[in-house]
């Protein structure tokens, strides 16, 4: 991190994608949602195509990290997005139960936000400072 005069300048993606602070709005959450999906499907193809798949190898010996990594980014974007509705970032562990994973992405996803600043943060998609 660079440092200021002011403290060090964090970068939103990061902080999108492995802070737990703050709030991010409907749209930024489904668009991140969309990433992380498709990122955690081509690792999946990759393990289930086999010797046949063209990148099997590097998935067999990275993937269980990166997919472990999309589950942490995606418990993240969804405490920021239950942080902006004004719920307790604790109800995204929902995430980690299957089935349940699906219908909470898509609860959280079509939840209205709270307007204005409410007790997590100020607006939704700006870093807390």
């Not at 902006?84 to 139960?97: E, T």
């Amino acid at each position: 991190m660079a440092k200021t005069g002011t403290g060090p300048v964090r970068s939103p993606s990061l902080w999108l994608l492995f802070g737990l602070a703050g709030r991010i709005s409907r749209a930024i959450y489904w668009l991140c949602y969309f990433l992380l999906f498709c990122l955690q499907s081509a690792i999946a193809a990759q393990l289930i195509g086999g010797e046949a798949a063209s990148f099997h190898a590097l998935a067999v010996s990275v993937g269980p990290y990166l997919l472990l990594v999309v589950l942490y980014c995606t418990l993240a974007i969804s405490v920021k997005r239950l942080h902006d509705v004004g719920y307790s970032g604790f109800l995204a562990v929902a995430v980690l139960i299957p089935f349940l994973n699906v219908a909470f992405a898509i609860w959280v996803g079509i939840l209205p936000g709270s307007a204005g600043p409410n007790a997590y943060g100020d607006a939704p998609d700006t870093p807390p400072a």
